[in-house]
T-cell receptor
């Protein structure tokens, strides 16, 4: 069975702090994809990143970075120098052989000014 | 590219009536479309998967007679909530993927349904 765990339900930080959102996944598929999405209060999902199971390189995009470690089945997301606009719910998701997306329960990030 | 639209963005209906939600891929052909439901402060739960021209595949626990899905073309899927009740009030989100990126789903903006 496939499963995505986001143990952090809510995180509150002050602007300019760095914050890491944790994601742990379970799958028996050898080929799979991991995703991060941002859901602001408007509700529309914003795609942040896709990573396939054969690419363990970390990725950096501006203030965002992702750390994929197959050894620990984790795909963590770090926001550097957080801003109020980063406040949202962040979902980690997994897609395997069935192409179905399995979402984690989400982490609500509140960035205080 | 890869834009998915939903209509309406929000709808209020009376208990017992039916509501249709449209999901369109605007600039690509969607071989598969997915329908999700999200209750407040909860995650997205997949309701069903549909392929153009064939019957939708529903997830366990989703009533197929209540949530009718029609994937009539490669750019349009509809979800009809029949005989809606207040417990059906939720945020419904569709997504689609195409042949070019079969492992990536493009999400619509969602439809907020309130049943009174």
């Amino acid at each position: 069975a496939q499963k995505v765990t986001q143990a952090q339900t809510e995180i509150s930080v002050v602007e300019k702090e760095d914050v890491t959102l944790d994601c742990v996944y379970e799958t028996r598929d050898t080929t799979y994809y991991l995703f991060w999405y941002k859901q602001p209060p408007s509700g529309e999902l914003v795609f942040l990143i896709r990573r396939n199971s054969f690419d363990e390189q970390n990725e950096i995009s501006g203030r965002y970075s992702w750390n994929f470690q197959k050894s620990t089945s984790s795909f963590n997301f770090t926001i550097t120098a957080s801003q109020v606009v980063d406040s949202a719910v962040y979902f980690c998701a997994l897609s395997g052989a069935t192409n179905k997306l399995i979402f984690g329960t989400g982490t609500l990030l509140a960035v205080q000014p | 590219g890869a834009v998915v639209s939903q209509h309406p963005s929000w709808v209020i209906c009376k208990s017992g009536t039916s509501v249709k939600i449209e999901c369109r891929s605007l600039d690509f052909q969607a071989t598969t479309m997915f329908w999700y439901r999200q209750f407040p402060k909860q995650s997205l739960m997949l309701m069903a998967t549909s392929n153009e021209g064939s019957k939708a595949t529903y997830e366990q626990g989703v009533e197929k007679d209540k949530f009718l899905i029609n994937h009539a073309s490669l750019t349009l899927s509809t979800l009809t909530v029949t005989s809606a009740h207040p417990e059906d009030s939720s945020f419904y989100i569709c997504s689609a993927n195409g042949q070019r990126f079969p492992y990536e789903q493009y999400f619509g903006p969602g439809t907020r349904l309130t049943v009174t």
